[in-house]
């Protein structure tokens, strides 16, 4: 903190020094052959001195009043709103100011040494300073406020910068509360379905109960290790759907046939979890299943668009049981949140077909 106030002291003084120069040279370079220059260095020691001292005094005030005219204006007259007004009162105010501080120089002189009579040349002389002292307080007030304009801006990107990242913090925080909360709606989807027919065969067939519970233990493992997920690889959701078709072979036998045709060289892409399952799963819920008329659901990619299809005959049940739409609503929300690509969903009389694209 105490380095940082000295570093302001050095660079102030530096300032200081530097307008003192810049007045002088350029009063100089106005009129070279002024008296004030052919007797500069003839004079005594403290007129000497005391001119110096009032050129930096005047080249302090300069630099202090601009910075302060500058602070006070940000208050009530902003630049967003009249930048050019702003600047020309500005300006304006600038000139008065550094008129004020000419005159109380002046005012020291009449006091210290009384109202001289100056010849032609020497009154020249002060009408070129005062001039340059209005050119350099302008120009001073300018670089001032140019310099307050950039760190305003800076700061303003950087606070928008920041911003940014905390709403996409925020957002991604949101986004992964409601991936887990989808995920979390699928085990009662599953659940729901196995269970009905599980609670069914115990009392038909209790042999392939238990064989059907064996399976579906292992069809819950992969749930249960992969809704961790947001993504899996195709291969890793066919090796489940291979294991879960035997339950639906005992379910369902031969009313319900599984055809799956995936190259190898699309398994290595991903899609959420349990999403071929869940279709499977509607599909069955809402068709009918018999030896005359089976359901049939094949499984295929779509090369061109690098999507799994999944495509069952339509063969609506007469009376259809209340829908709790988590299935598909599941799938489509899950990848509205991981990507901008969705599934597509498309029926008529005799199909339905859900296109489910594959993710990298």
């Known amino acids: ?18 307008v003192y120069v810049l007045v002088d040279l350029l009063t100089y370079a106005l009129n070279p052959n002024s008296v004030a220059w052919k007797d ?3 004079q005594p020691a403290w007129d000497i001195f005391e001119r110096v001292a009032t050129g930096f005094a005047q080249s302090w005030a300069i630099i ?8 006070v204006l940000d208050k009530y007259i902003g630049w967003s709103g009249f930048p050019t007004l702003r600047y020309l009162i500005q300006i304006v105010l600038v000139v ?18 009384g109202n001289e009579k100056l ?10 300073y005062f001039v340059v002292s209005i050119i350099v307080s302008i120009f001073v007030s300018t670089v001032s406020t140019g310099y307050g304009f950039l760190r305003h801006w800076q700061a303003s990107i950087m606070e928008a910068t920041q911003l ?15 991936l887990q909360s989808l995920k979390l709606q699928l085990d009662p989807h599953f659940m729901f379905n196995n269970f009905s027919t599980l609670s069914d065969l115990i009392h038909v067939a209790p042999k392939e109960a238990s064989l059907f519970l064996d399976n579906l233990s292992r069809v819950y493992r992969y749930m249960v290790l992969n809704l961790k997920k947001d993504l899996v690889p195709l291969k890793d959701e066919l090796q489940l759907l291979s294991a879960f078709s035997y339950l639906i072979d005992i379910r369902h036998g031969k009313n319900v046939q599984i055809q ?3 190259p190898e060289a699309f398994q290595q892409l991903h899609i959420p979890p349990i999403s071929l399952q869940l279709l499977v799963e509607n599909a069955i819920k809402h068709n009918r299943a018999t030896s005359a008329s089976p359901l049939r659901i094949n499984i295929s990619v779509d090369a061109s668009r690098s999507s799994v299809v999944v495509v069952n005959n339509m063969q609506p049940i007469p009376y259809p049981l209340e829908s709790s739409k988590l299935g598909l609503e599941n799938i ?17 009389d005799e199909i339905f077909k859900v296109t489910l694209p594959l993710l990298n």
């Open 1 to 18: 903190m105490l380095d940082s106030k000295r570093t302001k002291i050095y660079y102030k003084v530096f300032l200081i020094f530097v």
């Open 40 to 42: 500069y260095w003839t």
């Open 64 to 71: 202090e009043g601009s910075t302060w005219i500058a602070k």
């Open 96 to 113: 008065i100011f550094a008129g004020i501080t000419m005159f109380a120089i002046d005012l020291y002189y009449v006091l210290m040494y």
């Open 119 to 128: 010849t032609a040349e020497q009154d020249l002389h002060l009408w070129q």
């Open 164 to 178: 940014k990242v905390e709403a996409m913090e925020l957002k991604e925080t949101a986004m992964q509360a409601e």
């Open 260 to 262: 799956m045709d995936i």
């Open 332 to 348: 489509r929300n899950r990848y509205r949140l991981l990507s901008d690509r969705l599934p597509e969903i498309f029926h008529n």
